[in-house]
């Protein structure tokens, strides 16, 4: 039986810590590329407007996935959409750190942005497994995390893209997504509550 009451230090309860642990890392990861990626852009030589063009793409795509994921939140559940949304992380970043041409990065960028459809998903998961915590409460708690890794993020991205170059932070990217799927697999299945 699944437990909600399980508390870690200053009342935490122990599901939303895993989350904000993984949401930290996962924001970290991010924070290392996505400022970035219009320079990597660039090293392909496309010029500004095309980049553009892409980035308005890439928002297109994210925001067509949101009605999807609160249909199929409901239908299959929010942790196996959490859990794939982490795992497309994993394997877009990936397909970015081994691209040898501009048509394999952008590839990885689109299918990067397609996992923003685990926003939904999230947000439920942290709505069930709250405890007395208020819906406000559990869901600034780890979107902060995130936050506080997108922060940190682009300051260590700019530091290893300047001493090991920029492909290398994708790699580091590819390496953070994985660590952070790996903790959000310790979460526990959402409880139902009346």
Known sequence: ??????????????????LAVTMFIWGLGEGLFIFFYPLSLQLWKIDSLQIG???????????????PAGYLSDRL???PLIRAGLILGVIAAGMMAAAKSLPFFVEGLMVYSLNSFVVAPLNSYVTHM????SVQ???SFVAG?????????PMLGGWIAQTAGL????????????????????????????
């Open 130 to 133: 709250r405890g007395s915590w």
């Open 53 to 67: 063009a892409l980035l308005s793409f890439l928002g297109v795509i994210m925001a067509l996935v949101q009605a």
């Open 77 to 79: 559940g929010t942790r």
């Open 145 to 153: 995390s995130f936050q506080v890794g997108e922060i940190v993020g």
């Open 137 to 139: 409460r559990g869901i």
């Open 167 to 194: 492909p290398m932070v994708f790699r580091y990217s590819a390496g953070l997504f994985l660590i952070a799927t790996v903790i959000a697999f310790f979460a526990r299945r959402p409880v139902v509550q009346p």
């Open 1 to 18: 039986m699944n437990r909600i009451g399980t508390r870690l230090p200053f009342g935490i309860p122990r599901d939303l810590g895993i």
